[in-house]
């Protein structure tokens, strides 16, 4: 039974989108779990790790590894930061991982997959379309786990969102070096968002949510980016 | 002057200069069916039957052949010299294929040969050009396809399928595999029977 | 602020074909991108199914992949293997190093037979090769007979998906080409007259023809035995009715043995035209008297093949059979279609295969950028091509051949600010500082030129907040 987990609250949510980590604190808190933060903490490496700098992403997967060892579980509330560290850190780290990536969760696989819960006891209110982010759902292979979690909500109603698995578009510095593409994907999702009828779309990764809010806000669209963690919080 | 032959060779060897393990392919899948004998027969009439292939269970096949000729409106049909006596239907010019040329073949209405083997999974009939079957060219040329395959040469699975075929590919026996009448999925990935194969495959299953 | 000419990586993008601009380029055609979401939805649908009618998928996957490597791992070996079986069966075996003398053997082997015309089954080699230039070049009519590349032919374009060349196209605009090329004013937009259309065109070719060009989607070195999958019968008429075959083949497309056909024949049909079987398979071993060509040539193609298999990482690119599945669900390629990647070879395994075989460079050293890196496509190769760490792979070769540009700079820093919690702090607060004259209301008024810029073209940004994670857990900790 895991009564303490360091959180890794990744360099995204840190600097851009805080509520997303304290939400984090929040649901761990309420069920009683002890959060640590390592202030040593800084990032995964999976932006250097995919744009083709092996080197920069195995230094701070070593930073990583020594910063998390140590603690049973370490949880955080990105799919695509959990999915760097879980496949890429052996690689990057010829073997040498001390076990941490094995020990290192996303929020949705740790409530479910290790604690075994479903109603986190949230009373959240409304409409929502949930996208699987493309990490968490083929990396890390999270399957149902967040809709599981968010069907648990009794205030929400999940509606269906059309080509769900389709990708977003934002790609890490894809959204910037191949920035019509990744917009003519996110206008692709964003018309399907809109054709869910939901009043919010949900994900577990902040990531993508700063790139769909971004481009909702832009063209005037009323559908509030939440994350899983400030749903569950709620 | 190297070859090319020999430049390659060296640049493939050079290559593989990190060693790169032997690898032994995993033969788990699965290398054949369980289905009954019935269940495979009626298994391969219905996966012919959903590309469009007109088929018919016949234990008379010569029967089964004249009927399709005539139901075709036929006249002029190719045949290989081996095809056996008991389907070559009267009332239809039977012509034997000695070596017709392409444009004697075009002329033809239609052809009739056997099969080698088949795959009731896919619906695939197999013809290797042993008795019955004739020259590739026989049954591509002509419009009209029947084909009469024997129910014992239909086996469920493609791994079936291809060992039953090995030994005629071991004797430098051409082969075609035949599921279904031509099409094409060129316009608007829309499947358009009838290119350049014959547009109309009949297929008999001699019980 | 930067000038291309001082950054490689920019300067390289800045190229108009490379993908970022041909990608834009692309987008702005609503036809063609209307034609291919259409066409890849439909295709996408139709794999699955007949996927999921398949128990042991996922085995055969394994299998698929295994025999690829076997072969990869021993490919001079297999090749000497081929050659002698196809030798033994009365076939000539050629070895071209490169796309120049693979084109001078076939013109050469036409050339001897006193032909002025061949006709051309579908092959990606000979595009890759553009071996119709160098035939028509010597006075040598290559007559394409797969519809769809007689469409593009037609047109005078190239190729955009290698499975389904015309896909780009949709029935009103093939009628149009069709009612002008082929003098038929009343030719309909229905499918199966645009298809009759094209069959009497081409049936006076196949009946005439006396040379044959054709590619292979296998070769089995144990018997010799060359493997032609189709659906239109074209490729049967190639190899059945002229007196020679020359068959272009890539030296990947080697099998072991023909028994190994019992797996990909069930790989290759579902994956890529979502049928349990496609309608014809041409499986021949050297000449057969009385039977279809008495001369038959094989030509076995490098062009940068051992370029690839020279790389370990980039070497399971080789694996491909050619059967588009990652193309059909890629959402880069839904919105930008086959063009945009300048090479026959588009989508996902077009971004690994052509930067290798082109040796990294020209306008194809931009296609490992041209992916989110979502996934779809690995999930489903049937030869499990791991292609999102592959991509990954090639950027870093791009990005340790290019010297450091402004990418390169920024990221290193970033990389040297993370390293330390005291960099990472000093990182955010400068950040916040430097944003000042730009933020309003917790969101960006104006993006400066780079990624900045190219992010807020379409998308708002917010500010960083006043207080970070850390801040308020630091603050937190302080009033407990």
Known sequence: ?234 | ?207 | MTHSSLDPAAARDARPESFPHAATGALANQQVRANIRHATTTIRRKRAGVVAEVPDWELLRSAGSAIKDETLASLDAVLIELEASVQAAGGTVHWARDAAEANEIVVGLVQAEGADEVVKVKSLATDEIRLNEALEGAGIRPIETDLAELIVQLAGERPSHLLVPAIHKNRVEIRDLFRDRFGLPDLSDDPAELAEAARLHLREAFLRARVAVSGANFAAADTGTICVVESEGNGRMCTTLPDVLITVMGIEKAIPRFRDLEVFLQLLPRSSTGERMNPYTSLWTGVREGDGPQTFHLVLLDAGRTRVLADPAGRPALRCIRCSACINVCPVYRQTGGHAYHSPYAGPIGAILAPQLAGETGAVASLPFASSLCGACYDVCPVLIDIPSILVHERGKAVARERSGIEGRSLKMLGKAFATRAGYERAQRLGRQLQRPIARDGWLTHFPPGPLGAWGRSRDLPALPAQTFREWWESRDDRA
């Open chain 2, 1 to 207: 002057m190297t070859t090319g032959r020999e430049a390659i060779l060296a640049r493939v060897r050079a290559s593989l200069a990190d060693d790169p393990p032997h690898v032994v392919p995993p033969r788990n899948y699965r290398l054949r069916g369980e289905r009954d004998r019935a269940a495979v027969i009626e298994l391969f009439v219905e996966r012919v039957r959903d590309y469009e292939a007109t088929v018919v269970v016949a234990d008379d096949p010569g029967a089964a052949v004249a009927s399709a000729l005539e139901a075709a409106g036929v006249r002029r049909v190719g045949i290989a010299p081996d095809l056996d006596r008991r389907l070559r239907p009267s009332g239809v010019e039977l012509i034997e294929d000695h070596g017709l040329g392409s444009r004697d073949l075009d002329a033809l209405d239609g052809a009739v040969t056997t099969c080698a083997s088949a795959c009731a999974e896919t619906g695939t009939i197999a013809i290797d050009g042993g008795p019955g079957q004739g020259r590739r060219a026989l049954s591509l040329v002509p419009d009209l396809h029947v084909c009469v395959v024997r129910a014992g040469a239909i086996v469920e699975t493609v791994p079936e399928l291809i060992a039953a075929l090995e030994p005629s590919a071991r004797e430098g026996r051409p082969i075609v595999l035949v599921s279904g009448p031509s099409a094409t999925s060129d316009i608007e990935l829309t499947r358009v029977e009838g290119v350049h194969g014959p547009r109309r495959l009949v297929v008999i299953v001699a019980t």
């Open chain 1, 1 to 234: 039974m895991i009564e303490r987990v360091a959180l890794f609250v990744t360099c995204l949510a840190d600097t851009l989108f805080p509520d997303v980590g304290k939400a984090t604190v929040t649901v761990l808190e309420r069920l009683g779990i002890e959060v640590v933060f390592p202030l040593e903490q800084t990032c995964c490496g999976q932006m250097h790790g995919n744009s083709g700098y092996p080197s920069e992403a195995a230094a701070l997967a070593r930073r990583f590894v020594d910063v998390f060892d140590g603690f049973d579980a370490v949880v955080t509330p990105s799919g695509s930061c959990a999915a760097q560290v879980r496949e890429h850190f052996e690689d990057l780290l010829g073997g040498d991982d001390r076990g941490v990536p094995a020990r290192t969760w996303e929020l949705s696989q740790f409530l479910t997959g290790v604690l075994g819960l479903e109603d986190i006891g949230s009373t959240f209110e409304g409409t929502v379309a949930y996208h699987p982010t493309c990490h968490s759902l083929r990396l890390l292979r999270v399957g149902d786990a967040p809709l599981r979690l968010l069907q648990a909500v009794p205030g929400v109603e999940l509606l269906e969102l059309p080509d769900a698995e389709e990708c977003c578009g934002f790609g890490g510095t894809f959204a910037v070096k191949n920035a019509d593409v990744s917009t003519a994907m996110l206008d692709e999702k964003i018309a399907a968002i809109m054709a869910s009828g939901a009043e919010s779309v949900c994900a577990c990764d902040s990531s993508c949510l700063m790139h769909i809010g971004g481009g909702l806000r832009r063209r005037g669209v009323a559908v509030r980016p939440v994350h899983l963690a400030e749903i569950l919080a709620s």
